[in-house]
């Protein structure tokens, strides 16, 4: 099988390169490297069947050939993180709609059969204050401009994109809605909170939590991710469904930050710090994050192997690694 991953040197797009090399299949992968790194695919860049291009998907020539040897797409490239968000909220407008428009172009006019993942948020269910979210819970977003909401809406219109070209095209298309994922290769420059967590306790320094720690967030494994998203992609029961996908284990981001210290045997302790001093402006916080998992379940057979201890002690361990280094 020929595998096309967008955004392939990212965070998750990286994993799925190398789950899928790993299962002897080819993977071309296009990533401009605005947040994804050649550190994350370097082992990857000698496997003959692997294809990288440093490109901007919004004008990248050689879509349409990729498109045209593809089975599978792993739409992945996207601007990610609350902090990328407020820096260029114009860039995430842009390239989280435009990118995802163009892609599902370039299957419609060349390869209509090609099965494309694209991988949606958990941001989408926006405001709605539930303790889990079901696929077909409200979507309640606020007014009033908070630019924190723009990447939510992005995914939003990509999901009413897939939705557009399935109907008018006949494109093949899962929605992921994907919850937090965590791992290896994870980079905590744009705010995410494990991987900051990870380096303060390991290094003995004080935890930054944001607001009062009381927000519960459920963790998945990347490993874990790259499996459903390879299952759902491979069950035709799944296409044209929006499908949740995470780990359902809740904690709070205090618990959180207290279990990661335990399991590092760190002497930090823990800082609290307001969103206006972590971001320059007030951030509207989600209080519960937690998937319900019934339909990924039901669809797949899909049930996570890495329970969150395991993935914080691997964490720690490669810290440790790259501290040493
Ligand atoms: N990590 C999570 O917890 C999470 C949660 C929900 C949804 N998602 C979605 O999963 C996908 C992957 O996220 P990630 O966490 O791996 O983030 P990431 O930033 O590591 O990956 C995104 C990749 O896209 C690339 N990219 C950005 N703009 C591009 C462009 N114009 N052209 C080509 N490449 C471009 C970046 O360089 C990066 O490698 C994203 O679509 C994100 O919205 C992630």
């Known amino acids: 099988m020929h595998v096309v991953v967008t955004g392939g040197a990212g965070f998750i797009g990286s994993h799925l390169a190398s789950y899928h090399l790993a299962r002897g299949d080819s993977v071309t ?12 695919i370097l082992p990857m860049l000698q496997n003959p069947a692997f294809q990288f291009h440093k490109a901007d998907i919004l004008v990248w020539e050689g879509l349409k050939h990729a498109v045209s ?3 599978r797409v792993y739409h992945m490239a996207a ?9 260029d909220p114009r860039a995430v407008m842009a390239i989280n709609i435009a990118g995802t428009e163009r892609i599902f172009r ?23 204050t539930n303790s889990s979210f079901s696929e077909s819970d409200d979507i309640i977003l606020r007014s009033g401009g908070r630019l924190r ?20 095209s006949g494109i093949h298309v899962v929605i992921a809605r994907l919850f937090n994922t965590i791992g290896p290769r994870q ?11 990870i380096h303060q306790a390991v290094n003995n320094l004080p935890m930054t939590v ?17 499996v459903a998203l390879d299952l759902l992609a491979s069950t035709p029961s799944a296409n ?4 949740n996908v995470g780990n359902d284990a809740e904690l709070s981001i205090l618990g959180l930050a207290k279990l990661i210290a335990q399991r590092a045997g760190s002497t930090s302790c823990q800082k609290f710090m307001s969103y206006v001093e972590a971001y320059g402006m007030e951030i509207d916080e989600i209080s519960h994050r937690r998937p319900v998992l019934s339909k990924l379940h039901s669809l797949t057979g899909f049930k996570p192997k890495w329970d969150l201890r395991k993935t914080l002690d691997d964490l720690i361990a490669l810290e440790r690694g790259s501290e040493r280094q």
């Not at 060349?110 to 989408?124: H, K, L, N």
């Not at 909401?149 to 008018?168: G, H, I, N, R």
């Not at 944001?210 to 790259?226: A, E, K, L, N």
């Open 149 to 168: 909401w723009c990447y939510a809406v992005t995914k939003l219109a990509d999901e009413f994109l897939a939705y557009s070209f399935m109907y008018k």
């Open 240 to 243: 044209g469904e929006i499908v």
């Open 29 to 40: 992968v296009v990533d401009d490297l605005s947040t994804g790194t050649l550190k994350n």
């Open 106 to 128: 370039a299957v419609a006019d060349i390869r209509p059969d090609v099965q494309v993942t694209i991988a949606s948020s958990s941001e989408v269910y926006g405001f709605n």
């Open 79 to 87: 601007i990610v993180g609350v902090k990328k968000v407020l820096e």
């Open 187 to 197: 980079t905590g420059k744009y705010g995410m909170v494990v991987p900051n967590f």
């Open 210 to 226: 944001y607001g009062d720690g009381t927000q519960t967030r459920s963790f998945c494994d990347v490993r874990d991710t790259v």
């Open 69 to 71: 040897r593809a089975d």
